[in-house]
């Protein structure tokens, strides 16, 4: 099978499928290796790397004459991109990324009319087989780490407590809305940096997370028996739910010099958590950084990849954390794709079994039609008919 790895083309994306230092495990597994030219540029690997990894260096019209397309972004992901890459797919080709299915189903099924074969890394089960290829955590782990020296590059306080011959500085108060996986690491990150660290999270389980990591959990007289969804992943509440949450949560974010918020429910818009009375209630210069902002924000008055200041409110909506660090999380990206890719190789790939929990959850077309259940509904589409059991032999 011939694997080619494309040159990211959505506005500001540096990081890159493949780096060097996984080639000679997909030659290994029998896999032929091109890589675009310039592809790892912005992500500090060079051609010259992937020349000596084992890897040809292509264009891009010869990178999709190839049996299997690696990418970080593809589909809805891809941005004004997506229509040229589209318009090259050829029919039986091998697409695996991340592609925003749950949102942008109509990108998923112009792939399956092109008669790709898709693959969603998105949704890679949460099961301890596939935490190798788990994208969504290996980046949002990186973005929480980023989000906390953003905030501390905006504040005009320092996070540490320093004791001076001038006086004693103390430490900065940090807000971390939201305990998976970038949360986690905000905390961890803010506490590293010396802050005095507090989160909330609408799952009570996370609670010895965060203390393991040093900080503080809010907890609020809040029924949160139904918070946890399968997978470990946040599941949405009712406005009610909301409304008390925001009205127990305004002394705590009143009273921070940093709010980070990284609640996000996949495939539904996020759920505001800081409202603009709370923002008022804040000191003047302190910072929020809404990791959120891009799906509509938990803060109000965030805008994707804009700042906005708010009664001396500073509030960041960065939308791709990730690509700031793109050296490490292609790194980590790499990882996690050649993984997914060697797994499908030895499960049959370019046939692909749905008997496997691993390809089933994240085939997204085959055939030239949608055939995930969840895609095929964010689609308006009507449930695929099951196939037919064959006869009893006698």
Partial sequence: MKVAVLKESFPGERRVAVVPGVVPGLLKAGLTVSIERGAGEAAGFGDDDYRAAGATIVSRDEAFGSDCLLTVRTGGACGVGWRHDRDQLRDGVVLIGMCDPLSE???????????????????????TRAQSMDVLSSQANIAGYRAVLLAANTLPKIFPMMTTAAGTITPAKVLVLGAGVAGLQAIATAKRLGAQVSAYDVRPAVKEQVQSLGGRFVELPLETGSSEA???????????????????????????????????????????????????????????????????????????????????????????????????????????????????????????????????DTLVARGGQLVHPKIRERAGLPPLEAPAESPPTS
Wanted: negative net charge; contains cysteine.
């Fill in 105 to 127: 189903s109509d990108a998923c099924r112009e792939a399956a009319e092109r008669g790709a074969t898709l693959f969603a890394l998105e949704l890679v089960p949460r099961i």
């Fill in 230 to 360: 399968a997978g470990g992943y946040a599941k949405a509440m009712g406005e009610e739910f909301y409304a008390r949450q925001r009205e127990l949560l305004g002394k705590v974010v009143a009273e921070s010099d940093v709010v980070i918020c990284t609640a996000l429910i996949p495939g539904q818009k996020p759920p505001v958590l800081v409202t603009r009375e709370m923002v008022a209630r804040m000191r003047p210069g302190s910072v929020i950084v809404d990791m959120a902002a891009e799906r509509g924000g938990n803060c109000e008055g965030s805008r994707p990849d804009e700042t906005a200041v708010v009664d001396g409110v500073t509030i960041l909506g960065p939308t791709n954390l990730p690509a700031e660090v793109a050296t490490h999380t292609s790194q980590l990206y790499a990882k996690n794709i050649s993984t997914f890719l060697i797994h499908l190789v030895k499960s049959g790939l370019p046939n692909v079994t749905v008997d496997d929990e691993i390809c089933r």
